[in-house]
């Protein structure tokens, strides 16, 4: 059973579509004994990070996201979140991941929010991605990013700045793009995430 963190900055009808396709069986919670019983987890999330981690706190759910065991896998903001800190609003996120948030600088000519379609290369070792090709296109919505570090899974350019498009720690991994939104490699990506 996949679990699907339930707070307030969650896409969570977009992510339930993609595994009802996908014939996977989840359930929509805030619960920390079910996200800890639960065989996988997924952390989505669309909004603004300080907003999201003070609800977090609130419910004490910084504090159970931070200890599950299980796979887990972050989503846009969820990737975002799972860093120690975002620009954002100055935000102090869950620390799972040693990055700084950043913004995109406008400066540099290219449109923000990085909207659309955009390349990604990767790891071909991590079974995230497994049967997926180098260079797949996946679908982006994001004004913040993570910079290239040691955790870094898969890799992607807008406004002429590299980013991570993926991370990976232990049982840990975040996605920036939205593999919900990413057609059939997206449908590949979660199913991998599925089968770890």
């Not at 300080?50 to 299980?70: C, F, G, I, P």
């Not at 975002?86 to 950043?102: A, G, H, R």
Request: glycine share 6%; charged share 20%.
């Amino acid at each position: 059973m996949i679990a699907i963190v339930k707070y307030n900055a969650g896409n969570i009808q977009s992510v339930k579509y993609a595994l009802e396709r996908l014939g996977a069986e989840f359930v929509v919670s805030d619960d920390p004994n079910v996200l800890r019983n639960a065989d996988k987890i997924i952390f989505p999330g669309v909004g603004e990070a300080s907003t999201a981690m003070n609800y977090l706190k609130q419910s004490r759910l910084d504090e159970v996201l931070k200890t599950l065991t299980q796979p887990f896998l972050g989503i846009c903001l969820g990737l975002q979140l799972m860093c120690k800190t975002s620009v954002e609003n100055d935000t102090k996120c869950l620390d799972i991941f040693d990055y700084q948030v950043t913004k995109f600088d406008e400066a540099k000519g290219d449109k923000i929010p990085h909207m659309g379609w955009n390349q990604i290369t990767f790891d071909q070792e991590n079974p995230l991605f497994k049967g997926i090709s180098q260079n797949s296109f996946v679908y982006f919505v994001h004004s913040y990013y993570v910079p290239l570090g040691k955790e870094t899974l898969a890799k992607c350019e807008y406004a002429q700045t590299p980013f991570s498009a993926a991370l990976f720690k232990d049982n840990y991994y975040g996605v920036q793009f939205h593999p919900e939104k990413s057609g059939v490699i997206g449908s590949k990506l979660l199913k991998n995430f599925m089968e770890l």
